[in-house]
C-alpha cells in the first residue's frame, strides 16, 4: 500500500500524469516529450527523473539517445486509475496530436536529411543555380487547375502561378493591393488571373469550384485561421488541396506592430489540429526554411486535401 501511497502523490501532478500517460503508449526521448508537452528541458528531465525513482517509468539508451517508457511493473489498478484520468483530462486531445506528428518525424529521417541538405542549397555559388530560377521551373509543372491565392496582396505569386493554371483567383482584403495587382496583371498580360475584393474567412468564391487553394503568409493576418481554412475546404472541389505557406511558431512580438500580424506563427501541431478540424486529410507538415538573422523565423508548410 505504501508504494501505491506514494505513485499516487507523484502523479498527483498533471504534467508527470501526462507523461506517464504518453509513455504508456510510445517510447519518447526528452526532446520529444519537450515538443509534444511544449515544455523546457529542465521540467521535463526532472519530471522524468521522480517517475523513474518511484518506479513508474525506466529508460534505454540508443547510441546518443535515452529512451522512456512506462515501468512494464506498474500494478494493474495504477494503470486503471492513468487511463481514466486521461479522458477526463483537456490536454489529452492536443498530447495525442503531438504524440502523433512526433513518431511521424521520428519516422521520416529521409526528409530531415534532404532538409539538411536543402540549408545547403545557395550557400556555394554556381553559375545559374538560384531559388528564383527553381521556383520558376517547378511552377512549370502544375498542371492546368483553378487556384484560389486566398490573402494574395498584389498577386506577384498568383500571376506566376497563371503561367501554367486555368484559372487563377486572387482574393485580398484590400483595395489598393487588388487594384493594383489587377492593373498589373493586365499590363504584363494575364487574361487568367482575376482579382477579387474580399475576406480570406469568407471569400467571394463558389462552393466546390478551385483545385487549389493557397494560403502564402496569409493565415498569420487573419482574425480567425480556423474560419479561413474552414473557408478554403468549402471552396476546394471534392479531392482539391489547399496549401499553406506560414511562419513557424515564435515569441518575436514587435510582429503585431511592424508586419500587422495578428498570430505570431503557428506550431506543426495546432496548424494539424485546425486542418482536421476544418474538415481535411491526408494532412503533411515540415518546417522548410531557417532565417540565420535575428529572430530566426522559421518557414511552416503545411498541406491537406479535401
Given amino acids: 500500500m505504501a508504494s501505491i501511497v506514494k505513485w499516487l502523490r507523484i502523479l498527483g501532478d498533471p504534467t508527470r500524469l501526462r ?3 504518453l509513455l504508456r503508449e510510445e517510447e519518447l526521448t526528452v526532446a520529444e516529450l519537450q515538443e509534444i508537452l511544449g515544455m523546457g528541458q529542465s521540467r521535463i528531465s526532472s519530471g522524468l527523473g521522480q517517475l523513474k525513482r518511484a518506479g513508474l517509468a525506466s529508460d534505454r539508451r540508443v547510441g546518443k539517445n535515452i ?8 500494478p494493474e489498478t495504477v494503470c486503471r486509475l492513468v487511463e481514466e484520468a486521461r ?3 483537456p490536454e489529452t486531445a492536443h498530447d495525442q496530436a503531438a504524440l502523433a506528428l512526433a513518431l511521424r518525424k521520428r519516422k521520416n529521417r529521409a526528409e530531415e536529411y534532404f532538409n539538411r541538405l536543402a540549408g545547403r542549397f545557395g550557400r556555394t555559388y554556381v553559375p ?4 528564383q530560377a527553381l521556383s520558376h521551373a517547378l511552377l512549370r509543372l502544375l498542371p492546368p487547375m483553378v487556384i484560389a491565392d486566398l490573402g494574395a496582396g498584389e498577386g506577384t505569386l498568383s500571376q506566376l502561378m497563371a503561367k501554367n493554371a486555368r484559372r ?16 498589373l496583371a493586365r499590363e504584363h498580360g494575364f487574361k487568367n488571373v482575376e482579382y477579387r475584393l474580399g475576406d480570406i474567412e469568407n471569400p467571394p468564391i463558389a462552393p466546390d469550384s478551385v483545385d487549389l487553394a493557397l ?3 496569409a493565415l498569420h493576418h487573419s482574425s480567425s485561421p480556423q474560419r479561413a481554412l474552414e473557408a478554403a475546404h468549402r471552396i476546394l472541389k471534392p479531392g482539391g488541396r489547399v496549401v499553406i505557406l506560414d511562419l ?5 512580438e514587435q510582429a503585431r506592430e511592424l508586419y500587422a500580424h495578428v498570430w505570431l506563427g503557428f506550431s ?12 481535411f486529410s491526408k494532412i503533411e507538415t515540415a518546417i522548410v526554411s531557417r532565417e540565420s538573422e535575428p529572430p530566426n523565423f522559421q518557414t511552416l508548410l503545411a498541406t491537406a486535401s479535401k
Avoid at 128 to 131: E, L, M, N, T, V
Avoid at 248 to 252: I, K
Avoid at 268 to 279: F, N, S
Fill in 19 to 21: 507523461m506517464l500517460q
Fill in 67 to 74: 529512451f522512456y517508457s512506462a515501468h512494464e511493473a506498474i
Fill in 87 to 89: 479522458d477526463e483530462m
Fill in 128 to 131: 545559374g543555380r538560384s531559388w
Fill in 168 to 183: 487563377v483567383i486572387a482574393v485580398d482584403i484590400s483595395g489598393k493591393m487588388v487594384e493594383f495587382g489587377a492593373a
Fill in 215 to 217: 494560403f502564402s503568409q
Fill in 248 to 252: 513557424a511558431s515564435h515569441t518575436f
Fill in 268 to 279: 506543426e501541431v495546432d496548424l494539424t489540429r485546425m486542418l482536421k478540424r476544418a474538415g
